[in-house]
């Protein structure tokens, strides 16, 4: 039984060759290795500049079953010899003269040059280097070349520090950032240079670098401009403004999916500061609704002074229904759908004598709804 702790992202070529390993063995009708996932954490990874990323590293158990034995004889290692030297397949702790050890036969002992040597043990301790094309001749095993150069492979994997660990040089695509400390440099940048979505950046030919990409490069490079405390209680503000959404539409689920973990990769980044856009527009939102108050009585007819804040027509199966949104003296809404167009002017106010139609909040504003409409 060996314990290994893998990359996620490895863990699929991982297994590819635990199942090589297995196939082969029930071809020869040997015991197969198994294997069991018993954990998994998250660990950090500090590059040369010391920016800390975070990896996912998956823990393993691999029980390679019983040592390979052919008639009688266990095998120790393989023995490659090349022109520059032994490549010795095998346990760990095999002895060490086999990297020296001259290809030679002890069964044969016919003196020529071999590419492959084994090395086996009996149960008396005595040990043997035989050529792979004696092997079967010495064992008396059909398939005892074949048994042999699994053990090799089998050895190989477990004797050494397998590809699949965690390599400080290579670039992984599941290399992870903690969404708070991202979110910091999203405060940060916000604060310099006003939040900057990724379509409003592409809007304006990329000529201003969004809030997500200016913050990603603040983050991962050797800058010297660091977050602020009030940057961070803002990146905690965001957290819990996710965590506590009702999610409406599919980038509200897609936040609440990714902030579902501390960790965020790095494709995740315009979706992380997209958070930090949704917050500050629902601050916004709130601080300009708050004062809003609904007027009057339902069914209520009666004068009123609005100025308008926005005209929006309406594209329905009845025609065009045209949306007017205005404001009193006091900073209340007002709302009327009509389906005749105005002569209204942006900003500019008129005395309207209308009906009260009904009450409603809208994206938290409290709006009071018109009808019947008659500008005087």
Same mark, same amino acid.
């Given at each position: 039984m060996k314990?290994?702790?893998?990359?996620?992202?490895?863990?699929?070529?991982?297994? &590819?060759?635990i199942d090589k390993l297995a196939k082969r063995a029930e071809k020869l009708g040997l015991s197969a290795p198994s294997i069991w996932e018993v954990g998994s954490e998250v660990v950090k990874v500090r590059n040369e500049i010391g920016f800390d990323r975070y990896i996912e590293m998956v823990e393993v158990e691999v029980d390679f079953g019983e040592r390979v034995i052919i008639e009688g004889w266990q095998f120790l290692c393989?023995?490659? /010899?090349?022109?520059?030297?032994?490549? $010795?397949?095998?346990?760990?702790? $095999?002895?060490?003269? %086999?990297?020296?050890?001259?290809?030679n036969c002890e /069964?044969?002992?016919t &003196?020529?040059?071999? &590419?492959?040597?084994?090395?086996?043990?009996?149960?008396?301790?005595?040990?043997?280097?035989?050529?792979?094309?004696?092997?079967?001749?010495f064992t008396g095993h059909k398939d005892a070349e074949?048994?042999?150069?699994?053990?090799? /492979?089998? /050895?190989?994997?477990?004797?050494?520090?397998?590809?699949?660990?965690? !390599?400080p040089d290579k670039s992984y695509s599941s290399h992870l950032l903690k969404i708070k400390d991202y979110l910091s440099y999203v405060a940060m940048s916000a604060r310099n240079n006003g939040y900057v979505s990724r379509r409003k950046s592409e809007e304006l030919g990329l000529a201003v670098?969004?809030?997500?990409? !200016?913050?990603?490069?603040e983050m991962c490079s050797k800058s010297k401009n660091k977050p602020t405390e009030e940057d961070c209680l803002l990146a905690d503000n965001v957290v819990d403004f996710v965590k506590n959404l009702d999610a409406k539409n599919d980038f509200e689920h897609n936040l609440t999916v990714i902030f579902s973990t501390p960790y965020m990769n790095d494709r995740h980044a315009?979706?992380?500061?997209?958070?930090?856009?949704?917050?500050?527009? !629902?601050?916004?939102?709130?601080?300009?609704?708050?004062?809003?108050?609904?007027?009057?009585?339902?069914?209520?007819?009666?004068?009123?002074?609005l100025t308008v804040k926005a005209v929006k027509p309406i594209d329905g199966f009845y025609g065009v229904t045209y949306l007017y949104k205005f404001a009193?003296?006091?900073?209340?809404?007002?709302? %009327?759908?009509?389906?005749?167009?105005?002569?209204?002017?942006?900003?500019?106010?008129?005395?309207?004598?209308?009906?009260?139609?009904?009450?409603?909040e809208y994206n938290g504003e409290k709006q009071t709804v018109i009808t019947r409409g008659k500008v005087q």
């Open positions: 314990t290994y702790k893998i990359p996620l992202e490895n863990m699929a070529q991982f297994l &590819n060759r393989a023995i490659e /010899h090349l022109p520059q030297g032994n490549i $010795v397949k095998g346990y760990a702790n $095999v002895d060490t003269k %086999w990297r020296t050890a001259e290809p /069964h044969c002992n &003196n020529r040059q071999r &590419n492959n040597t084994y090395v086996l043990v009996n149960e008396k301790g005595k040990v043997i280097q035989v050529g792979s094309t004696c092997l079967k001749d074949a048994i042999a150069e699994y053990a090799a /492979h089998l /050895h190989e994997f477990i004797g050494s520090e397998v590809e699949e660990e965690y !390599d670098i969004s809030t997500a990409d !200016d913050a990603m490069l315009g979706y992380v500061a997209g958070a930090m856009g949704a917050y500050i527009r !629902d601050l916004e939102m709130k601080t300009k609704n708050a004062g809003s108050e609904y007027v009057g009585e339902v069914k209520e007819r009666k004068v009123f002074t009193d003296e006091n900073g209340n809404t007002f709302v %009327w759908f009509s389906s005749k167009e105005q002569d209204f002017e942006i900003n500019s106010t008129y005395t309207v004598k209308a009906t009260i139609k009904d009450h409603k």
